[in-house]
């Protein structure tokens, strides 16, 4: 199994721009899927932003354009570009690692938009 820690977080104005960081414990490289996704308060988690082993991507239709998924096999570290950040992009944000024998989850990192 694999141990995600997520980073960058925090609070900015609404325009700003965070960058989140997944670091994994082991080599990413074979690992089948990375995502992130976000739960906000009273609302279900959903999928923001998912990038595979072949760097395909795929993004929530709320966040193309603006958000940026990228993965580094070097650093074993997966990252979200935020930027044109809402008040509504407001949530929880969780690292994800699909390996094919299971799902691992980070503890999550606050992102919080002022308008």
């Known amino acids: 199994q694999v141990q995600l820690v997520e980073s960058g977080g925090g609070l900015v104005q609404a325009g700003g721009s965070l960058r989140l960081s997944c670091a994994a414990s082991?080599?990413?490289?074979?690992?089948?899927?990375m995502g992130w996704y976000r739960q906000a308060p009273g609302n279900q988690r959903e999928l923001v932003a998912s990038i595979t082993s072949s760097r395909s991507r795929n993004y929530a239709d709320s966040v193309k354009g603006r958000f940026t998924i990228s993965r580094d096999t070097a650093k074993n570290t997966v990252y979200l570009q935020m930027n044109s950040l809402k008040p509504e992009d407001t949530a929880v944000y969780y690292c994800?690692?699909?390996?094919?024998?299971?799902?691992?989850w980070g503890q999550g990192t606050q992102v919080t938009v002022s308008s």
């Open positions: 994800n690692a699909d390996t094919g024998l299971g799902s691992a």
């Open positions: 082991r080599s990413i490289f074979s690992i089948n899927a």
